[in-house]
């Protein structure tokens, strides 16, 4: 875990091996709403005398070098879920994944295709602005070579700083070679995918208590099952789950770094503003889950959910939409 402006980058994904059908061959695929959001995030943040394509790869390169090992013939998912990251605070409770009865009311630790635990992190352009942002302190701070300023600049994100995958993945998605040819224009060689959308199949809705149904306020519902793009991080082939409780090994059932965290089940999230600070709200509402109880947890924004969430049990279910359960 790397802390950075009071904002974690958390790279959550367990590298999985991938096995995709139908990849197209030697090309970058993103989604298209993503790389109007990358353009708008790269002019906002560019470092100065940099080429706009230089900075669109380098905020791309990380994407599939977290969540696809750095294959880049499918287009990432917004809606990814991190799956490496088992530290206990996570779990419902604060209880481990074997004796939890909660186990996929899991706070994810890494969300959307950066794999950074900001608040909607699955919008790819609060994630592109917040990636920009992140990476032009860095640079700025960051002496030397282009390439090592480069990975200076990619600290955060551990698919660029331990497995360097995020290198060969800029130098792929750019041509010519940014670094022999400082004065060339320089062509940014990804697809933009019509099929996967800004919130890559999440959507805003309302949510509500049902004593005070009227009273309603702005939700995000994010249901895995709906995730479009690539989806081997939760789900196999066949579109079964993949470890949908998590894995666990250890001594009293305590997990261990490498095995999977479980995928969360329907979850809607929202932030709120209470006694003069900003909290992130998840909820696992009881009628999308097979839990007797909905399960809540908060932290303030801008906190490391694994320094600490606020979790509680309620008996009802939320107001979604126009729909009371």
Not at 35 to 64: C, H, N, Q, S, Y
Not at 168 to 174: A, N, S
Not at 199 to 221: H, I, L, S
Not at 270 to 299: C, D, L, M, P, Q
Request: with cysteine; aromatic share 12%.
């Amino acid at each position: 875990m790397k802390k950075l402006l009071t904002i974690v980058v958390a790279a959550a994904v367990l590298l999985l091996s991938m096995v995709v059908p139908g990849e197209a061959a030697n090309t970058a695929i993103f989604s298209l709403p993503g790389m109007d959001d990358v353009r708008a995030a790269a002019v906002r943040w560019k470092p100065d005398g940099m080429r706009l394509e230089e900075f669109m790869a380098m905020i791309l390169a990380p994407t599939w070098s977290e969540v696809q090992s750095g294959v880049t013939t499918i287009t990432p998912s917004p809606m990814t879920q991190g799956r490496g990251d088992v530290n206990q605070a996570l779990y419902a409770f604060d209880q481990d994944n074997q004796t939890n009865p909660y186990k996929r009311a899991f706070w994810a630790s890494g969300m959307g295709y950066p794999q950074t635990d900001i608040e909607d992190a699955v919008n790819t352009q609060r994630a592109a602005d917040f990636v920009a942002q992140t990476m032009r302190g860095l640079w700025d701070q960051a002496s030397g070579t282009p390439a090592q300023k480069r990975r200076a600049a990619w600290w955060p994100w551990h698919a660029c700083t331990i497995s360097l995958l995020c290198e060969p993945v800029f130098k792929k998605i750019l041509s010519p070679d940014p670094d022999a040819n400082p004065d060339a224009t320089l062509s940014l060689l990804v697809t933009a995918d019509p099929n996967v959308g800004r919130y890559g199949g999440a959507y805003w809705t309302t949510c509500a208590n049902p004593a005070t149904p009227t009273a309603k306020w702005d939700c995000f519902a994010m249901f895995i099952d709906l995730a479009e793009g690539n989806r081997s991080w939760g789900f196999n082939l066949d579109g079964t789950y993949k470890y949908a409780d998590g894995t666990y090994s250890g001594l009293g059932g305590v997990s261990k770094t490498g095995d999977y965290n479980p995928l969360s089940v329907r979850m809607y999230q929202w932030n709120s503003y209470e006694s003069g600070v900003f909290k992130e709200n998840r909820f696992w509402s009881k009628n999308h889950t097979t839990y007797a109880n909905s399960i809540w947890a908060k932290r303030l924004i801008g906190s490391a959910p694994q320094n600490g969430l606020n979790w509680s049990s309620h008996s009802w279910a939320l107001c979604t939409g126009s729909i009371c359960p």
